[in-house]
């Protein structure tokens, strides 16, 4: 059974950093892609990154290119999302998401097959 688990969501204050992090067990298989979305109080989830776990190449929404990191360690089944110059509409409960098959960048959730929990992070101003 494939399990999604986020760490590194805390309280931040504006323009500091954060590193998530998002540890994937029970993978018999390696996921074409590892997603990161969020999910604001009051607003559906939305797409933040996602990176193709082989190519390592990654897509980002505009509101967070520039500042927001993906990257994955293979070895560990685990994707990050740096993120820095926080602001305060990055607060979010971010979830991270793994997909099983598909070659394209996955940008809507249903592309995703497997979800963690959520993480909270809070960005004071």
């Known amino acids: 059974q494939v399990q999604l688990e986020e760490s590194g969501g805390r309280l931040v204050q504006a323009g500091r950093s954060l590193r998530l992090s998002c540890a994937a067990s029970g993978l018999t298989f390696s996921p074409s892609a590892m997603g990161w979305f969020r999910q604001a109080p009051g607003k559906e989830r939305e797409f933040v990154a996602t990176?193709?776990?082989?190519?390592?190449?990654?897509y980002y929404a505009d509101s967070v290119k520039g500042r927001f990191t993906i990257s994955t360690d293979n070895t560990k089944n685990t994707v990050y999302l740096q993120m820095n110059s926080l602001k305060p509409e990055d607060t979010a409960v971010y979830y991270c998401?793994?997909?099983?098959?598909?070659?394209?960048?996955?940008?809507?959730?249903?592309?995703?097959?497997?979800w963690g929990q959520g993480t909270q992070v809070t960005v004071s101003s």
């Open positions: 998401a793994a997909r099983s098959q598909g070659w394209l960048f996955a940008l809507r959730e249903y592309e995703y097959d497997y």
């Open positions: 990176i193709r776990w082989n190519r390592g190449d990654t």
